[in-house]
């Protein structure tokens, strides 16, 4: 497999410190809970929490809405969270956002359980291929509309392991 690398391990090691940043001013005293969603998320978010200051708690939420590289346009939950979220501050950390389609699913299935405020992390957006329009308070990198592998996206459970994000 040839590799374009898009975005350094520099570059993205900089803007998850930029990130942290931001939430440790926003989140102080909150106590938030940070969702990371599986499996493309879990580099991000390790790498994300780790430079947190504040206290936090983590969980995790399983989904599926692709079949090897693309969208089936048909979200399927495969692990919810084990933690209430009512009444607490919730951060939903995901790699990448495209379509919307799963963002939305998010919004409308976590936001029926009354959390205290709902906002997305995410780490690549790909605004052009966006069907459902999301709120994205805190995103590293715009990327154009490429099949992107590496910093925990993969192709068919391969390449996850790159510490850039490459074009696939």
Do not use: W
């Not at 990130?19 to 909150?30: L, P, V």
């Not at 495969?78 to 990448?96: A, C, G, Q």
């Amino acid at each position: 497999m040839q590799n374009k690398v898009l975005i350094s391990k520099q570059d993205i090691d900089k803007r998850v410190s930029e990130i942290a940043e931001e939430i440790n001013r926003d989140y102080e005293g909150k106590n938030p809970i940070l969702v990371g969603v599986l499996k493309g998320s879990f580099i991000f978010l390790a790498d994300l929490v780790r430079k947190l200051s504040i206290p936090h708690q983590i969980d995790f939420l399983s989904l599926a809405s692709y079949d090897n590289d693309s969208s089936s346009g048909v979200v399927r939950v495969n692990s919810d969270l084990t933690m209430n979220i009512e009444k607490r501050h919730v951060l939903i950390v995901e790699d990448i956002i495209d379509t919307g389609v799963t963002t939305t699913y998010i919004l409308d299935n976590l936001g029926t359980r009354n959390p205290a405020s709902l906002e997305f992390v995410v780490l690549l957006d790909k605004k052009e291929c966006r069907k459902k329009e999301v709120p994205i308070k805190y995103s590293g990198f715009d990327i154009p509309d490429q099949f992107v592998v590496g910093y925990g996206l993969d192709y068919n459970q391969q390449y996850r392991n790159l510490p850039y994000v490459a074009r696939l």
